[in-house]
């Protein structure tokens, strides 16, 4: 099998790349190890553990690529406040959508959500090719172009190659790309919990001496009282954590989140997933290009991963787009080159500073507890200021793709 352009994985990143790339007269495979199906939407089942804090720059490409009327067809979760306090000091600072005239902030989705309604419109538009339940095996330069063999010995022949295969990406260790990792010593638990109290669409985050802790909202039919939880903590106090009874967990949430929304009335299951941070020291070579959590993971303090992801996949397409229209090969070295020098800067600039929060509101030292307690009351008191933030959490800054301009 040849194809004009292969990308390994499915996923939130991938498939929104394939549908970014429709209609450009590439012949498209989307290649995953998934059986990718979507499977009938139940509103009352519970929500899934797995959540992203969407943007509104992230709104829009789904938007375009015609993804998010599934989204909203399914569920998804508006937030128009965030509040964010150091619960070892006085600091908190309030974070409103209405302060630079948005509707919201961004939406609560779950990954699965998204996953289905992206995968749905590439069935319906049927213009990509689907490989499902199909694994890379292999991977290596064949003359100009990248072979590409399946764990069923099926090979697939490419000259341009994205690697969308998430964090483990398989591409990205067969391809011989280097990374910079290393881990936080962190795990995160994430959950679904029902609190006594309404959210009021607000996100919540309280540093902790343990790590951060998000009350991400959740609205259905209605009731706001669900919320997504992702709580960062030590590996030992991640595992007493999980080996807690569900009340016993309950209790200790609450006192982590000072009662804010009062009782944390129901947990369901929780999962425990390893914090590490990792990123490609190159995003591209010859015919091969990296994007979402295949080039770049962070800190989950902020829920900008997939937003990152996402940017990539629209910028990624508008390089590809350019270069047809001007003749050029788009699995070139210099082409690929122009999405790597557009994004990689971003990708280490929030990387950077989610590094930087997350180092300083785990230190101890009492000059920089004053600090971070001083920042967060300063930024408090200047509107401007505060308005920055708000506009880089809806996505509004910086070198935007055409499909997240407004």
């Not at 306090?85 to 309030?94: A, C, K, L, R």
């Not at 499902?132 to 991977?139: H, N, S, V, W, Y």
């Amino acid at each position: 099998m040849h194809a004009d352009l292969i990308i390994v994985g499915a996923g939130m990143v991938g498939s929104t790349l394939a549908l970014a790339l429709e209609g450009t007269g590439l012949d498209i495979v989307v290649v995953d190890g998934g059986p990718l199906e979507v499977s009938p939407f139940d509103a009352q089942a519970p929500f899934e553990p797995r959540v992203s804090a969407l943007s509104a720059a992230s709104q829009r490409i789904l938007e375009r690529v015609g993804a998010w009327p599934g989204i909203a067809a399914r569920r998804a979760s508006p937030y128009t406040d965030m509040q964010v306090w150091d619960g070892s000091g006085t600091g908190q600072v309030h974070f409103c959508a209405a302060s630079v005239h948005a509707p919201v902030l961004g939406h609560i989705v779950e990954n699965r959500v998204v996953q289905d309604a992206l995968v749905e419109r590439l069935r319906e538009r049927g213009s990509v090719r689907l490989l499902a339940d199909a694994r890379l095996e292999q991977l290596r330069r064949s003359g100009d172009e990248w072979l590409l063999t399946l764990e069923d010995g099926q090979q697939i022949r490419t000259p341009l190659l994205v690697a969308a295969d998430g964090a483990n990406s398989a591409v990205r260790r067969l391809s011989g790309c280097e990374t910079r990792e290393w881990d936080y010593l962190h795990h995160a638990i994430v959950t679904s919990v029902r609190c006594r109290e309404s959210h009021r669409l607000t996100a919540w985050q309280r540093f902790t001496d343990d790590g951060p802790l998000a009350f991400l909202p959740l609205t259905r039919d209605g009731d706001t009282h669900g919320c997504s939880i992702v709580w960062s903590v030590p590996e030992r106090e991640a595992e007493r954590l999980m080996a807690l009874d569900d009340a016993a967990f309950c209790q200790a949430l609450g006192r982590a989140f000072e009662t804010r929304l009062g009782e944390v009335e129901h947990a369901d299951p929780r999962l425990c997933i390893p914090l590490r941070q990792r990123h490609a020291k190159r995003y591209v070579q010859q015919g091969l290009a990296l994007i979402g959590d295949a080039a770049h993971t962070i800190h989950p303090l902020a829920g900008q991963g997939v937003n990152l992801g996402l940017l990539d996949a629209a910028v990624l397409a508008e390089v590809l787009q350019a270069a047809l229209r001007r003749g050029e090969q788009p699995g070139d070295l210099r082409v690929l080159s122009r999405f790597e020098r557009r994004r990689m800067p971003h990708n280490l600039s929030m990387m950077a500073a989610m590094e930087g929060f997350e180092r300083l509101f785990q230190a101890d030292p009492l000059p920089l507890r004053w600090l971070r307690n001083s920042g967060l009351k300063l930024v408090e008191t200047l509107p401007g200021a505060k308005a920055m933030f708000v506009r880089q959490a809806l996505g509004l800054s910086g070198d935007l793709p055409e499909l997240a301009r407004a």
